[in-house]
């Protein structure tokens, strides 16, 4: 079937087919975005935390608004060369248009990224530290070693994790034979894969499992890393149940079984049966006492019992006997995995869990489904230890004013300034920079109020952020334009300058990456440059399309192709008109 | 619409003209929000600074729409549909807005933040 109207325009619109059909899709488009973007200014205008202003680097920002706007000329220079019936310039503009849209998305790969590997922690006093979270590993006899890649922090990073003065020392394993913290050349010890200083550490002698919640994924987890420690988790005791249609209980598992996702799924299966027979058994035990009850109950003049109810149930003991019974959880506990043969030894393991998948206490810690830790907490290694390249004390501020306190003595009282004296060092430091600046600008005059007419922002008064960091550094450090590309870069020289900071897990309101968890900003940034980012993907497939299989087309009817192309560039000029406005939008204001 | 090849050749150059403008109108916005003597308004970002990157952005995007989009010569179908888009999209912007005049109030709904309708914990009223 021909598709009517690809060339030659309807008599009623004046129009060829398909651009009725553009432009009514971006005229949905147009109320999507539109759309997001008043939910943007609705989110910022009612913001009740400190708006991250031009949070994001701007030079990979500026980098795709030229990318788009290049693309968007060479695609209509394809559509003129298709025009001109010039199909190898129509093929080379085209191509640019791709690569153009590839490179944006690069970029926009390399600033997610960096948001997504770049830890932000905020204290329960407002406190934000936004920096990178060191890494651990951990050995097979479950120390836990600091994790220095060659080359990366040096010498110079490595003595400041270690240094005395700090009041803060790191030091991972527990004065043994291992050595100093950072070595991992011990002899015959296997070390884990790095993982980040923000995890909850464990150190457990037994595991209870729930069998009605336990989740594959996080059971398998903990087998995983008992064995890699040589550890393995056994049962107790031996487990004895009986199930609906046996007589006689019967031995489910015993004592030193492993624990294992098949003996737990056997165990599980056991125990629902015994569940559902139990309570059917006692609703049938309710509804014969209930009858019983009804029975005596006083009729009225229709018959029926009336429900004025004296007396008390009473449940027939007789039902007890069929009640079956089946363990609803099981404990194991971790053993050396000794050789063939031998006795077992009680040992502990270490675990290493996810903040957000562990209920954590001194003592016990339950997993999110229910899997109980018996043991010890190791607070020292529970700890967030970062390299801050930035502290915020805006959200500090900003409650305080709420509360009617002076900033000031409210920053001053911040655990942080209290516990850290190399950031109340930098704090005073900066503070002094900050009056020189409000001096600075009282040039500008005074108001009728006698008000400078320009003093410090809010954000240069309260944020000391990476570049300040530096700056305030001993070597002042230069950095090019591209030393910051997708922000701080903790594998430069510079790096040095970042305080570092250790924050125990209780002092911690929320911790997060740069991710929309942390805040309605990298919500909506997600949200809007993610849909964005979807648009110049599914226009590339498109015009990658035309340019790919269009040749067939081409030669029979280079019309219908160039206006294909022409309807094709339409959306990509759309795509580029949203970028146009989220780009200040998001990176500059 | 450009349709004969001496005209395409000519509307050519009018687009690598647009890029151009475009391309310094980008410049324009960052040094506006970077560099400090081009600060208009108070220190750092505020709405001077808003209204000035947004009217910015609103002229890279007429010219996107007028001269890429062809908005300058099309037919009248394709306004109707764009300004049936335009109008919904603000329905749709003042619709989100709507919610600042939410009726209802938790608290005593006196301070500025609570007078907005918006949830505020120490303010709500205990059971």
């Known amino acids: 079937m021909d598709i009517p109207y690809t060339v030659t325009a309807r008599k009623d619109t004046g129009l060829y087919n398909a651009k009725v059909g553009i432009w009514l899709f971006l005229a949905s488009e147009v ?57 190898r310039q129509f093929q080379v503009f085209m191509i640019i248009t791709l690569l153009c849209a590839g490179l944006f998305m690069v970029l926009k790969g390399i600033e997610y990224k960096a948001k997504w590997s770049h830890q932000a922690v905020r204290m329960k006093d407002f406190v934000v530290i936004e920096g990178h979270t060191h890494k651990a590993t951990i050995d097979n006899t479950g ?5 220095h890649p060659e080359g990366e922090h040096g010498e110079k990073g490595h003595a400041a994790i270690g240094d005395e003065a700090n009041g803060m020392i790191l030091v991972a394993a ?35 499992v729930d069998l009605e919640k336990f989740y594959d994924p996080v059971i398998r987890d903990l087998m995983k890393q008992a064995q890699d420690q040589g550890k393995s988790i056994v049962l107790t005791g031996d487990l004895y149940g009986r199930s609906t249609h046996e007589v006689d209980e019967k031995l489910l598992a015993s004592k030193g079984d492993l624990l294992s996702l098949g003996m737990l799924k056997k165990l599980r299966a056991v125990h629902l049966d015994a569940k559902a027979h139990n309570a059917a058994i006692k609703t049938k035990q309710n509804r014969k006492a209930w009858a019983q009850l009804r029975g005596s109950l006083p009729k009225d003049q229709k018959g029926a019992p009336s429900y004025k109810i004296k007396g008390d149930l009473v449940l027939d003991e007789e039902f007890n006997k069929f009640l079956v019974s089946a363990p609803s959880s099981v404990r194991f506990e971790i053993m050396d995995a000794a050789e063939e043969g031998t006795e077992k030894t009680a040992a502990s393991a270490t675990f290493v869990l996810k903040p957000r998948e562990v209920r954590e206490g001194a ?13 010890e907490l190791d607070a020292k290694h529970s700890q967030i230890e970062m390299a801050a390249d930035a502290i915020d004390f805006r959200f500090v501020a900003q409650r305080a004013v709420e509360k009617g306190i002076d900033p000031e003595v409210a920053i001053q009282n911040t655990w942080l300034i209290k516990n850290n004296p190399e950031v109340k060092e930098l704090w005073a430091e900066h503070k002094s920079h900050i009056d020189k600046l409000a001096k600075e600008l009282e040039k500008h005059g005074f108001d009728k109020n006698g008000k400078p007419k320009q003093f410090p922002t809010d954000t240069e008064r309260y944020r000391m952020g990476w570049q300040e960091l530096v700056n305030m550094g001993e070597g002042k450090e230069v950095m090019g334009v591209f030393s910051g590309f997708a922000g701080p870069n903790h594998k430069k020289d510079y790096a ?33 440059t993610g849909l964005h980012g979807l648009h110049v993907i599914g226009g590339a497939l498109v015009l990658g399309h035309f340019l790919f299989c269009g040749k067939k087309m081409y030669l029979n009817n280079p019309e219908r192709l160039a206006n294909r192309v022409e309807v094709g560039g339409l959306f990509w000029h759309f795509v580029d008109l949203v970028w146009i406005f989220l780009f200040p939008i998001l990176y500059l204001m | 619409m450009a349709d004969s090849v001496a005209e395409i050749q000519k509307a050519k150059k009018l687009y690598l003209f647009i890029g151009l403008t475009l391309f310094f109108f980008t410049v324009v916005t960052v040094a506006v929000a970077t560099v400090e003597i081009l600060d208009f308004g108070g220190r750092g970002f505020d709405h001077v600074d808003a209204v000035i990157g947004l009217i910015i952005a609103s002229i890279k995007a007429s010219l996107v729409m007028l001269i890429f989009m062809h908005l300058n010569h099309e037919k009248k179908l394709v306004y109707q549909l764009f300004i049936m888009g335009i109008v919904l999209g603000v329905f749709l912007m003042v619709l989100t807005a709507w919610a600042f005049s939410d009726p209802i109030r938790y608290g005593k709904g006196t301070t500025e933040a609570n007078k907005s309708g918006f949830y505020d914990p120490e303010k709500a009223p205990q059971d």
Not at chain 1, 181 to 199: K, M
Not at chain 1, 496 to 522: A, D, G, M, Q
Request: charged letters at 20%; glycine letters at 8%; aromatic letters at 16%.
């Open chain 1, 143 to 147: 120390h836990i070693h600091h994790y």
């Open chain 1, 496 to 528: 040095k300058h970042f305080p570092e900071i250790v924050v125990p897990r209780e002092e911690t309101n929320l911790e997060s990456k740069f991710t929309p968890r942390w805040n309605n900003y990298y919500a909506i940034y997600f949200l809007i």
């Open chain 1, 363 to 375: 003592e016990s810690s339950s997993l999110r489904d229910g899997t109980l830790l018996e043991g």
């Open chain 1, 31 to 87: 109320m999507l975005f539109g759309g997001l973007f008043s939910g943007y200014v609705f989110l910022r205008v009612y913001a009740d935390f400190p708006w991250p202003e031009r949070a994001l680097p701007v030079v990979p920002g500026l980098i795709n608004t030229f990318i788009l706007i290049g693309s968007s000329v060479t695609i209509v220079f394809a559509w003129a060369a298709l025009k001109m019936r010039k199909w």
């Open chain 1, 174 to 208: 527990e004065g043994d034979s291992h050595g100093e913290e950072g070595h991992h050349s011990d002899e015959g010890l296997t070390q884990s894969e790095p993982f980040e200083f923000n995890r909850v550490v464990f150190k457990a002698d037994s595991v209870t």
